[in-house]
């Protein structure tokens, strides 16, 4: 099963470096790992996407837990939350296919950034799903180029990840 763990941990160089050994130590997989700062200037929030059985995560979220740098995380999957996905897309262009291929952005509401006379980029944000229907929708030949953020997280409601 697919988990998203939110960190929030000591701004501090290294700390990335300790999190990632720890997963390649292990053989635990990344899928995707989103690392930004938070209100708070000395703390960042690490947003990390893995896949296991609850006996994995339950041994991951141990595992983190003990390493110095993480203040507190929570498991996404185990509540209400809402996931978001950053994509940009570089694709291939005609005059004949402009119109099509804005028509196909409106749909799945992405934004046109970039227009040259040979290639759009379009961005989309939304659930993982949407951004992979996207990419299905379009013909494979017309893409030049992929560049996606893998999903971040928040929890609904009142709960959140904080001190």
């Known amino acids: 099963?697919?988990?998203?763990?939110?960190?929030?941990?000591?701004?501090?160089?290294?700390?990335?470096?300790?999190?990632?050994?720890?997963f390649s130590a292990r053989g635990y997989n990344?899928?995707?790992?989103t690392v930004a700062p938070t209100e708070d200037a000395s703390l960042s929030r690490m947003t990390l996407v893995t896949r296991g059985n609850e006996d994995i995560i339950e041994q991951i979220t141990k595992q983190l837990n003990k390493l110095i740098d993480v203040v507190k995380l929570i498991d996404l999957a185990d509540s209400a939350h809402i996931e978001r996905e950053l994509m940009?897309?570089?694709?291939?262009?005609?005059e004949h296919t402009?119109?099509?291929?804005?028509?196909?952005a409106n749909i799945?509401?992405?934004?046109?950034?970039?227009?040259?006379?040979?290639?759009?980029?379009?961005?989309?944000?939304?659930p993982s799903e949407k951004l992979d229907a996207f990419v299905a929708a379009i013909d494979s030949?017309?893409?030049?180029?992929?560049?996606?953020?893998?999903?971040?997280g928040i929890s609904r409601g009142e709960k959140g990840l904080r001190l």
């Open 98 to 104: 402009r119109h099509e291929v804005r028509s196909m």
């Open 141 to 152: 030949d017309t893409i030049i180029e992929v560049a996606r953020s893998g999903p971040t």
């Open 30 to 33: 990344i899928e995707s790992l």
């Open 1 to 22: 099963m697919r988990h998203i763990i939110s960190i929030l941990m000591e701004n501090e160089s290294g700390a990335l470096s300790r999190v990632a050994g720890l």
């Open 88 to 94: 940009m897309i570089k694709i291939k262009t005609t």
């Open 108 to 126: 799945f509401r992405g934004r046109i950034l970039d227009v040259t006379p040979t290639s759009y980029v379009v961005e989309m944000t939304g």
